[in-house]
DNA sequence: TTGAAAGCGCTAACAA
DNA sequence: TTGTTAGCGCTTTCAA
């Protein structure tokens, strides 16, 4: 038989009644804690279940000053990389009885702003967030906090608390090593407007000042707005290779913008990698089965994951120096010959 | 000046002594509440900002009753549909004050019962979750709430409360027709294992009952488990054309594994779509830029989201027999003759 | 092993 | 327009 609709939520009160147990001794038993008779135990538990009990973590959050919750703040959720982040924190979470709780700033620093202090009103025991660039405003909301912060995907700046992540300039140096050490010499590259994205930013930096120290210049870049996609990739490879025909790689700041890329040039008949070499940067496994594999780097979407919440979790813990530095992995795919 | 790492977190009583201004004036001025005159709003502003001081969420949820948060199920984050299907919900959900909270089942009831009795201790304002099948225990819950449930993606079916989705027996059936109608008589499936999807498993089924009504036979199926990929849909296509190399048609049950055979079939020579036509479902945008555009049916996603977004929210009543069905539209692609 | 009292930080309701 | 009082539903603390 169903209980009929409540016309007021269920409080413990309404357990206590029905099982003839105090509300203390009921709290007790639905948080498994403090000695409990099996007796006593089972006549909760049957008065909860039979009442369709489920407990309020409002109340209950507030009385105890602690909230199994941890804020995750990303840029996105359709960039492909940050559900695989998600992935790794919440597999890391799942035996701690924390809970990750996300929200998205589009890669608005501002938008960041508010996420935050809607998530800190929350009080929660942690804050995972992506990136070391944050307004003045959300430094101070998250040093005030006085809770765990983690800052993930990238090292190459001055954490609040912890950062985990990779170095995108040496990311990007790593790649401009492998590429001059295929012989290519006449290089462009392609990437999403900057300002907003740091991490492409600092791989541009690093990729540019390994090329520099081998006497390479950079030949061509090409810059887009919006969301990366298949369709993006072949446009702005066919408009750089027109402004320079000369190209012999392209760097991408992105896999899905450089598979776009290396379909295009397959229709065109360019020999890759033979006259052309193309590399993108994530790793994503979403687009292993193209006819040809884009060298890559992989970012360690997953490692980064897992380690941020090991930390906030309290399983690891916070290096002295407050840096976890991942390293960038190459994967070397069918474009660089 | 930064201030000083509290001790204590910081409470609306800090802010009161700060400004000179009683406990619940300071409330009020915080949350636009009530008639406030400017003077006292302007000396409560700057010291909550001189303090750095963020609202306690959980003490207000427990005096008010009321929480600004709506929660939203869904199967899993890496599927490509469901951060669109956020999308529209986060946009519609913008300017209501309302905040989503997402949980993530990955396709299992167990768990999605767990994250439901977790989302509800919050005691959100409403629950927005995918799909009509549910766990007995996980209806309870829902109806005892008390709260607006909306159940997205699937319309075939009973809702607990509104239902917002598309019929995935009428998408299948109506793709039977356009396939039929191009003249493809030799017709397989490639779909996902099916018990725990059960909207592939009610486009089949519609698929299969179109055909049949016009007395066509489908001639063969092939499933797979895990996740969906190119890779997948590579091996998939080569392995059903192995076992029956009469096919002239592939009905897949997303377009990732749909892409990944149109890729291999290019790669084999085969002529598409004369000798073999190819169709997905979703109409994710992330392929576009192929080679050849994947023919596909468009699940709505979007407005899905929205208009769920909007009956929680309240700005849509809930229709009379709480059914909102949105039309699946079929996007002809290059892959259908 | 169980229970009683106090109070977490805020807001509803009412009073001034 | 501002302030006072009570209490939201639970857990902490202490006593039995």
Same mark, same amino acid.
């Not at 105890?64 to 199994?68: A, D, F, I, L």
């Given at each position: 038989m169903t209980p009929s609709r409540p016309r007021r939520p269920l409080t413990l009160r309404d357990v206590s009644m029905a099982s003839g147990v105090s509300e203390m001794t009921v709290s007790r038993v639905l948080r498994n804690r403090g000695d409990v008779s099996p007796a006593t135990r089972e006549k909760v538990l049957t008065a909860a279940r039979a009442l369709g009990y489920v407990p309020n973590k409002i109340a209950g959050g507030l009385a105890?000053?602690? &909230?199994?919750l941890v804020a995750v703040v990303i840029p996105s959720l359709s960039n492909l990389v940050f559900p695989d982040v998600l992935g790794g924190i919440s597999a890391e979470l799942d035996d701690t009885g924390l809970q990750p709780v996300v929200g998205v700033t589009h890669y608005g620093p501002a938008r960041e702003e508010t996420v935050l202090y809607d998530m800190l009103s929350w009080r929660p025991s942690g804050v995972i967030l992506a990136g070391l660039e944050h307004s003045r405003a959300s430094r101070a909301m998250l040093e005030a906090a006085g809770i765990p912060v983690v800052e993930i995907m990238d090292v190459d700046g001055d954490p609040i608390d912890t950062a985990v992540g990779i170095s995108h300039e040496r990311a990007g140096a790593e790649m401009a090593g492998h590429i001059l050490g295929a012989g290519y010499r006449r290089i462009g590259f392609i990437g999403?407007?900057?300002?907003?994205d740091h991490r492409a930013r600092k791989r541009l930096a690093g990729f540019e000042r390994a090329l520099g120290a081998a006497g &390479?210049? %950079?030949?061509a870049r090409e810059y887009y707005q919006g969301g990366s996609s298949l369709a993006k990739g072949r446009e702005l490879t066919e408009r750089i290779l027109a402004r320079e025909?000369? %190209?012999?790689f392209l760097y991408y700041s992105n896999d899905l913008i450089g598979a776009g890329g290396l379909i295009w040039a397959r229709e065109q008949g360019i020999d890759i990698p033979g006259k052309l070499g193309l590399a993108g940067f994530n790793g994503v496994d979403l687009l292993d089965g193209l006819p040809m594999r884009l060298a890559t780097t992989d970012a360690r979407r997953l490692d980064i994951g897992r380690r941020a919440a090991r930390i906030v979790a309290g399983k690891d813990p916070r290096p002295e120096d407050g840096i976890v530095a991942l390293a960038p992995t190459f994967l070397p795919g069918d474009t660089i010959r």
């Open positions: 105890s000053q602690r &909230v199994n999403t407007h900057m300002p907003e &390479v210049p %950079l030949v025909p000369g %190209l012999d």
